[in-house]
């Protein structure tokens, strides 16, 4: 069958010279556009922020708590994107909050947020971003201290030993020593505040901590008055180092 334009191919020479260069010259281009262009690569997004956590009730058909927990799931792995792994501290902690707030606010009764701020976003290098966190557990904790009490602990330490602010653990810890009501919370979380004033080198004022809270007849736990009863002892041997040290 014979074609309709053509009997058979014409060789290459047969192309004309100003064609085969504006070729050639087309394809170096193309080369060249391509080596200047950069890799293409996976790309973190933006971690958006929530909706209000009415509109995750109705797109879940009145199942708030399941919202919470899918919520939950989507902003556990936002960090881990296809093709890339996006460091904790370089999410926008003011938008990380704000989703922990709605989480929660679905599901009052769930720990997660709570546990997120304290050991996920808590841990990162980076202060500001920690103190951020630690202002989010306080302002939960002074909601519901009976109900978020260990996460204000939690606080208690980072402040101390990652924050390296005594004073902000010193706040924390009266907190948790003058708002829990609870038989729940246990006497370590409310006695905080006798050992960061004892780091602090506020020995006297510790003494007189721990010294009223005995006196006061309050404490009728054995433990805690085992602990209370050792812990002046330490204090007490401290003050005296202290003191020996400061006369030689």
């Given at each position: 069958m014979r074609r309709p334009f053509l009997e058979k191919d014409r060789p290459i020479?047969?192309?004309?010279?100003?064609?085969?260069?504006?070729?050639?010259?087309?394809?170096?281009a193309q080369l060249s556009w391509h080596s200047r262009q950069q890799p293409i690569g996976a790309r973190a997004n933006d971690l958006p922020y929530p909706l209000s956590a009415r509109a995750y009730v109705i797109a879940s058909l009145g199942e708030p708590v399941m919202a919470a927990k899918l919520l939950n799931l989507w902003l556990q792995a936002f960090d881990n994107q296809p093709g890339i792994?996006?460091?904790?501290?370089?999410?926008?902690?003011?938008?990380?909050?704000?989703?922990?707030?709605?989480?929660?606010?679905?599901?009052?009764?769930?720990?997660y947020p709570?546990?997120?701020?304290?050991?996920?976003?808590?841990?990162?290098?980076?202060?500001?971003?920690?103190?951020?966190?630690?202002?989010?557990?306080?302002?939960?904790?002074?909601q519901d201290p009976d109900k978020h009490w260990r996460w204000l602990a939690n606080a208690v330490i980072i402040a101390k030993h990652e924050l390296k602010d005594m004073q902000l653990a010193l706040k924390y810890a009266e907190a948790l020593a003058d708002s829990t009501t609870s038989e729940n919370v246990p006497y370590w979380?409310?006695?905080?505040?006798?050992?960061?004033?004892?780091?602090?080198?506020?020995?006297?004022?510790?003494?007189?901590?721990?010294g009223g809270l005995i006196a006061s007849g309050e404490i009728t736990d054995p433990n805690e008055?085992?602990?209370?009863?050792?812990?002046?002892?330490?204090?007490?041997?401290k003050s005296t180092k202290s003191r020996q040290g400061v006369d030689k």
């Open positions: 020479r047969d192309v004309p010279r100003a064609i085969i260069i504006l070729l050639l010259i087309s394809l170096m792994s996006i460091p904790l501290h370089a999410l926008d902690y003011s938008v990380v909050t704000q989703w922990l707030d709605t989480i929660l606010e679905l599901d009052p009764n769930g720990d709570m546990l997120a701020a304290a050991r996920v976003y808590g841990s990162v290098n980076d202060r500001a971003k920690q103190r951020a966190m630690t202002d989010f557990i306080f302002e939960k904790f002074t979380a409310k006695d905080m505040k006798i050992v960061v004033l004892e780091d602090m080198g506020e020995i006297e004022a510790a003494k007189v901590l721990v008055l085992n602990f209370l009863q050792n812990k002046i002892r330490e204090i007490e041997e």
